[in-house]
Every structure is written in C-alpha cells, then in structure tokens.
C-alpha cells in the first residue's frame, strides 16, 4: 500500500518513563503493530479503530483498561489520507499532535493517576465527532 510506504516515526512523546522506555524509536515501515501488552489505535475514514461502528458519541470507544501504575504503551497510526490528531487527557496533552496521513505516533507512560481519561482527536477532520469519544480508564 502506498501509505504504508511512506510511514513515518513521529517523535515519541515519553511522561514519566522508565530508563528503559525512553528513546524507543524504529524507522521500519512495518512498525503499525501493537505493541506487546500495550495498545494499538488506527486511524482511519472509519475513525479511531472504527468507532463510526461503536455507537459513539453514545458510546465509548476506543477503551482501553490499565491497571494504575503500569507502563502504557500505545502506537496510533493514521492509515487515512488526511491528517488526524490525538490526545490523552491528563497523559498526552501537549503539545497538540497531529498525525500526518501514514504516520505512526509511539507513546509510552506510566498511569500514576486513577480515572477515566478522554482520548480524542484534536484537529478538525471530516470524521472528527466519531473521535471524540475514546477513554482511557486507568483503575
Ligand atoms: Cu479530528
């Protein structure tokens, strides 16, 4: 796919990391993959993992469940043709991120506060009420 070829790593966005998470980089095109126990978000014309099919803004989607104090990491990858943003309230505020088509966003974290945070995108886009409802619930 013509995207695919044209992946790129977005600086990686590191709060409270462990030595271990920082600097975690690749510039492979094969690097839209979830990472290992973490989280994989697409965004695409269907939204964030397709939420125009979850029953947003009614419903909550994408969600995803960490336990309070783990390392979180998260791949976003834009697979549309426009550009999209992403946002974790609390966690991955600043600065205001935008993915340009084919990019691959990496953020890794540790969940120091318990909640329900809202993950969405940020930027106008013509899908952009359909990635206003994502959650990241930390318990
Ligand atoms: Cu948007």
């Known amino acids: 796919m013509a995207l695919l070829a044209v992946v790129g790593l977005v600086a990686g966005y590191t709060l409270k990391a462990s030595p271990a998470q920082q600097g975690t980089s690749t510039s492979s095109s094969g690097q839209c ?6 989280i994989l978000i697409i965004a695409s014309e269907t939204g964030f993992n397709d ?3 979850h029953g947003v803004p009614e419903k909550a989607w994408p969600v ?7 390392t979180v ?8 043709h426009i550009a999209h943003g ?5 966690y991955y505020e600043t600065p205001i991120q935008t993915l340009s088509p084919g990019q ?3 953020i ?14 940020e930027i106008f886009c013509p899908i952009h009420p ?3 409802s994502g959650e990241l619930r930390v318990t």
């Open 64 to 70: 995803a469940n960490v336990s309070e104090g783990s």
């Open 86 to 90: 992403f946002n974790i309230q609390h």
């Open 51 to 53: 939420s125009v099919d």
């Open 104 to 106: 691959v966003l990496r």
């Open 73 to 80: 990491d998260i791949v976003v990858c834009n697979l549309d």
């Open 130 to 132: 359909f990635m206003q």
């Open 33 to 38: 993959v979830k990472p290992p126990n973490g």
């Open 108 to 121: 890794s974290f540790v969940a120091d506060k318990a909640g329900t945070f809202w993950i969405r995108c």
